[in-house]
């Protein structure tokens, strides 16, 4: 059987990259799976970098990381056979985004190179082929658990069955709806910042400044501590305001004319085309909300308190429903989404700091007074009020409250199940080698060394 070679790289991040041992026939192989070596570089490296990234490892290194590479290797195998195809246009986003981490973490393309004492192109072509990778063992291990069915007797039965020191404990969950209000920027704040803007565009076409320098100045974008430098992206990708004017440049040496989005007011100098991807740099600028209009905002909020709470005039779900600017909840009655679980239950940790703080003192049923809080998606200050409708105390899990805790557990232990039986006859029908000093192992699965 013939596997490709791959370099695990176990770490991620900024890791360095991992150790390039083909074609070296001084390297000590340590495994072979079918006709393809790991070698002991490539273990030292990955046992390296777990290190850095301070990664726990639940038993020997120097098993646990050669049997992840070769369970790997089995898994592309598998999606050479099935033919499993990646989609190159995400896996170059992929490697942009991974590029430009390194770039924001390291300071510049220059450093990157330095740091992992390679040229950028070799960089970037092993974070794309590490994904794409990653990409085709995900694919083959959905195939594998595709017709996974789970039903409410199942998991009954499943949670029934579970050691009492294996229930999980959930910790303290809320369920929160809020209500917002964006107080309007002044438009003396507004012609202030394109003014600033213009005097940057001014500077750069004279030849007095650099983008870049002002970017790293002035910028309030993430990306101004790089120059501004957004990395390739596709259009799909950006706000479309943005996208409309950047995709639209041609002139590496001229700026944009001035573009607001949701974020903000910008200026964008394009760097280079690619395809259907460009880089550019930009300047952002956000206009600031006056202290007297968060005044009025709380005022007015305060108000909507009193109607709800005081006068019964209306209830919380009709302010969010007419009054609430938050596009997210106005038109689900200003119950908020958890993004990460797709549910509206929520662990403290995983709410706004401004809206837990808060949470945490009330009781269900309780409306908060108004409080300022940064729009999430905007980095703006807008005004709140929200409404705990549901508090569910930190608790051992049980089927009432966390039925869908337990589903997940029950899946992903089936899944599991299927693919640890898909493992073991997969190894038995593959030609494995494992080198001395390297046979010692309590491998998590069965067969790795064959009887003669």
């Not at 590479?69 to 592309?76: G, N, P, Q, S, Y």
């Not at 085709?136 to 039903?151: E, F, G, H, I």
């Not at 999980?168 to 012609?191: D, G, K, S, W």
């Not at 790089?226 to 479309?240: A, D, I, Q, S």
Request: net charge negative; aromatic share 8%.
């Amino acid at each position: 059987m013939k596997l490709k070679h791959i370099a695990l790289c176990i770490a991620g991040g900024a890791a360095a990259l991992c150790a390039a041992a083909q074609n070296n026939i001084a390297e000590e192989v340590a495994w072979v799976i079918g006709d393809d070596p790991i070698y002991k570089s490539e273990i030292e490296q990955a046992y390296q970098e777990m290190q850095q990234d301070r990664q726990t490892i639940q038993g020997d290194p120097y098993c646990v990381i050669p049997e992840d590479m070769a369970i790997e290797r089995l898994f592309l195998h598998q999606a050479d056979l099935d033919t499993v195809e990646v989609q190159q246009a995400m896996v170059q986003q992929q490697a942009d985004a991974q590029m430009n981490f390194l770039i924001t973490n390291l300071g510049s393309r220059e450093k990157v190179e330095q740091y992992f004492r390679k040229p950028f192109s070799e960089i970037r072509e092993y974070y794309a082929t590490n994904m794409a990778n990653r990409y085709r063992v995900q694919q083959v291990r959905q195939s594998l658990t595709k017709n996974v069915k789970v039903t409410p007797s199942d998991v009954r039965r499943y949670f029934n069955k579970l050691p009492q020191d294996s229930i999980p404990y959930v910790p303290l969950q809320v369920e929160v709806q809020i209500v917002t209000i964006n107080p309007p920027v002044p438009r003396e704040e507004i012609e202030n910042v394109k003014a600033r803007l213009r005097d940057y565009t001014d500077r750069v076409n004279r030849g007095e400044s650099e983008f870049s320098t002002l970017a790293i100045l002035y910028s309030e974008a993430p990306e101004g501590i790089r120059g501004g430098e957004l990395g390739f992206v596709g259009r799909g990708t950006l706000v479309p305001e943005f996208a409309a004017v950047a995709f639209n440049l041609n002139d590496p040496k001229k700026v944009s004319k001035i573009v607001e989005t949701e974020f903000g007011f910008h200026i964008i100098q394009l760097i280079e085309k690619r395809g259907d991807r460009i880089n550019c740099r930009h300047i952002l600028l956000r206009p600031k909300v006056s202290e007297e209009d968060l005044n009025k905002a709380i005022t007015r909020l305060d108000s909507v308190r009193t109607d709800i709470v005081e006068n019964k005039k209306f209830d919380f779900e009709t302010a969010a429903r007419y009054i609430s600017q938050d596009k997210d909840t106005r038109y689900s009655n200003g119950v908020m989404m958890n993004q990460e679980t797709g549910t509206t239950v929520f662990q403290m940790s995983q709410l706004p700091q401004e809206v837990a703080r808060v949470v945490a003192e009330m009781q269900p049923g309780e409306i908060s007074q108004p409080f300022v809080m940064k729009d999430p998606k905007r980095d703006r200050e807008i005004v709140a009020i929200v409404k705990l409708t549901n508090r569910i105390e930190p608790h051992q899990a049980n089927l009432g409250d966390d039925y869908q805790l337990l589903k997940e557990m029950y899946e992903n232990a089936t899944k599991q199940e299927i693919i640890d039986k898909w493992l073991e006859k997969k190894i038995a029908d593959t030609y494995v080698r494992i080198e001395d000093g390297w046979r010692g192992c309590d491998f998590r699965h069965k067969g790795w060394i064959k009887s003669k």
